[in-house]
């Protein structure tokens, strides 16, 4: 998978490409990661990558003409590493809520140039000709689109094929299926008097993996009850949370 990255700080990203699963995959050549920075390509004396906002208010805007140097430079390369058209996506709070059906698609849309604000944002004009889409990893207003740039693409990245080893696969993650996740247990058995559940125990790999689907459909149901709206349960499913209801009534 092939992702250019629009930042005023490239260096943030050491945190994704320098160690754990996403380095990994950088190393073995899985994901290719380049960054653009506008900076690069300021004229002036300063070096200027802000501006103030028309209508006055608090706050600057990131320059027109630099950033759009550099998400034009990060669509070229694309097209020249890939022989594709990239997606170009920004972050923001006014973007689609990213989920894992989000990140599903992402990651399966080709190459991607990743828009990383800072200040109040960019021109509006920029987001109507600039950008494919707008998207937002939740309701609350960071200092910069880094961070959430990094969410995107961590867990795009754990959805490429070889990225992710066998002892940690996608396939059991949270919110695979649309599920949450069970709870996992390790050494010691015993913790302040708490046991590992007896089937983890058991070594009946059947009755364990009918377990954790159910404290999955459970907690589901408990927690994010909106996840199961509109989800078809086959009758397995229906009935191992009915099993749960019944065992957690009140
Ligand atoms: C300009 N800058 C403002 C702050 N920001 C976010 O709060 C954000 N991005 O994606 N989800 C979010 N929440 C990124 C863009």
Partial sequence: MWIGVVSLFPDMFDALTQQGVVGRAVEKQRIALEF??????ATDR???VDDRPYGGGPGMLMKVDTLRAAIFAARERAQ???GLVP??????????KLDQQGVQALASAGPLVVVAGRYEGIDERVVESDIDEEWSIGDYVLSGGELPAMVLIDAAARLIPGV?????????????DGLLDCPHYTRPEIIDGRQVPDVLLSGNH???KRWRLKQSLGRTWQRRPDLLEGRPLDAEQRKLLNEFIEEHAL
């Fill in 36 to 41: 653009w920075n506008p900076r690069d390509y």
């Fill in 46 to 48: 300063h070096r200027s």
């Fill in 80 to 82: 020249q590493a890939t």
């Fill in 87 to 96: 997606t170009v996506i920004y972050l923001s709070p006014q973007g689609r």
């Fill in 164 to 176: 992710l080893g066998h002892q940690d696969s996608a396939v059991e993650d949270s919110f695979n």
């Fill in 206 to 208: 059947a009755a364990i």
